[in-house]
């Protein structure tokens, strides 16, 4: 299909040859172009022959460049295309939990393998012609991220109410032959696919190795707003100890046999099942960081390192930061580890319970402003308040409840600032030391 040009970057190959916004790109090398992915994959030639229609004429230009070289044309949507929505009915969905009320695009259910390749999101397959694994494949589009959850067949059909599900699972194997790189994870639902099935699950996937990168195992999370959806139950003490157990006994196996453990276990895991998080070395390349894998122990490494490293002394401070249950105690020694160098620092770590979505919610990212606003008004918050950026519309400063940061710190009084996950970043943050580092 052709595609219409938005913009031109200022100084891009595109301008230099006179390619304007409103313009038409019929062809690349003789290829139409139909979405984002065809568009990356044409432009990595060094030679691109690009037919352009520019009102009523059409203009044939010949571009040289440096292969990979990007040309500057911007379109109406980064996709070129419709984003491809989920057709699954899984039993786990947390876009099925959510209250009424809310922010139209938080409803609506991405399974779009060009957003794998952009963005890193996770897809079922369910939705995938085989067309498109070819696809994937010729282009050499990888890594692609895959949420298997379950590799019994039947299981998977039931857990994500799709007959395609089942199925669809030999495209991993094409993937792996097709020496496609591919990230995994496991959502696990306490009595369904943890126990036997999480090791049948692990023991299929490590099969495709060395194309399959990571294995992230990952708790269900179960909002207060499930009325009338499957019954699912929270993991306890016990039973997140038990997936711990499964996890570690395959890692370590597969460590001994690869060099590497394959799979991990997330964060959330061990908050739930009060054991120790496991130190950095454990992660090894940490590839599943974006799903809550070894994200505790990286921030505190990097934070103490940041401490270790600085050899100035800060100004005294007074501040506070809102987190979630989970993460809060772990800030907590993160601060104490800052108090036994420097005994001027006063910061205050106020875990936040989640009210909105229910109190089974421990995490950082999903804690709502009226859920802050509730819990921090009236109290001593020093003269600043840190917030993880995670718990903000990606790039956006606002939360999941549509209250941005100026509410927030209009509503309590105090300058909110958000900061990245990022140990250095944070005590940066923190102290306005961004120098003295050794």
């Keep these: 299909m052709s595609v219409i040009v938005t913009g ?11 390619i304007k916004a409103g313009d038409i790109v019929c062809t690349i090398n003789g290829e139409e172009i ?5 568009y990356r994959f044409i432009i990595t030639d060094e030679t691109l022959h690009i037919v352009i229609l520019s009102g009523t004429e059409k203009k044939q230009i010949i571009i040289k460049k440096q292969e990979y070289d990007d040309i500057g044309l911007q379109f109406q949507s980064y996709l070129m295309d419709n984003q491809r ?13 959510l209250p009424e009320g809310m922010r139209e695009s938080l409803y609506f259910k991405d399974d779009d393998f060009r957003l794998s390749f952009l963005f890193g999101n996770y897809i079922t397959l369910t939705n995938l012609p085989q067309k498109d694994i070819d696809r994937i494949i010729k282009m050499h589009i990888s890594p692609v991220n895959v949420s298997v959850h379950t590799t019994n067949e039947d ?26 790189a591919m990230n995994t994870q496991l959502v696990v639902c306490k009595g369904i696919n943890d126990g036997e099935e999480l090791k049948r699950s692990l023991q299929d996937l490590s099969a495709l190795y060395p194309a399959l990168q990571s294995v992230a195992v990952v708790p269900v999370g179960l909002t207060k707003h499930r009325q009338g959806l499957f019954p699912l ?4 003490k016990q039973s997140a100890s038990d997936v711990i157990r499964i996890i570690d006994e395959f890692a370590e196996g597969f460590y001994q046999k690869h060099g590497t453990r394959l ?5 959330e895991f061990y908050v739930k099942a009060e054991k120790e998080l496991p130190g950095t070395g454990y992660y090894e390349e940490y590839a599943q960081l974006e799903n809550g894998v070894g994200l505790v122990s990286l921030f505190g490494s990097e934070f103490q390192s940041a401490v270790d490293e600085y050899d100035g002394t800060p100004d005294s401070l007074n501040k506070s930061v809102a987190t979630g249950i989970s993460a809060a105690p772990y800030l907590k020694s993160l601060v104490d580890y800052m108090n036994q160098k420097w005994d001027n620092m006063n910061i205050e770590i106020f875990p936040i319970e989640n009210d909105f979505f229910g109190r089974s919610i421990d995490v950082a990212g ?5 859920d802050i606003i509730n819990q921090l008004k009236g109290k001593n918050l020093g003269t600043e308040l840190f917030i993880p950026s995670v718990m903000l519309k990606h790039e956006e400063n606002i939360f999941l409840d549509d209250i941005t940061v100026d509410e927030l710190s209009e509503a309590l009084n105090v300058p909110v600032t958000a900061v990245p996950v990022d140990g250095y970043e944070f005590f940066s943050s923190i102290t306005k030391q961004r120098n003295h580092f050794s």
């Design 366 to 370: 999903l804690i709502t402003g009226q």
């Design 263 to 267: 799979a991990f276990a997330a964060d």
């Design 8 to 18: 031109v970057e200022e100084h891009s190959i595109a301008e230099q040859n006179n």
């Design 233 to 236: 139950e929270s993991f306890d």
């Design 155 to 180: 299981l998977r059909v039931k857990m994500m109410k799709n007959k395609s599900a089942g199925r669809v699972l030999s495209y991993l194997h094409q993937l792996a032959a097709g020496g496609i």
């Design 85 to 97: 929505s989920c057709r699954n009915g899984c039993v786990f969905c947390f876009i099925d939990q």
């Design 34 to 38: 139909s979405d984002i992915l065809d």
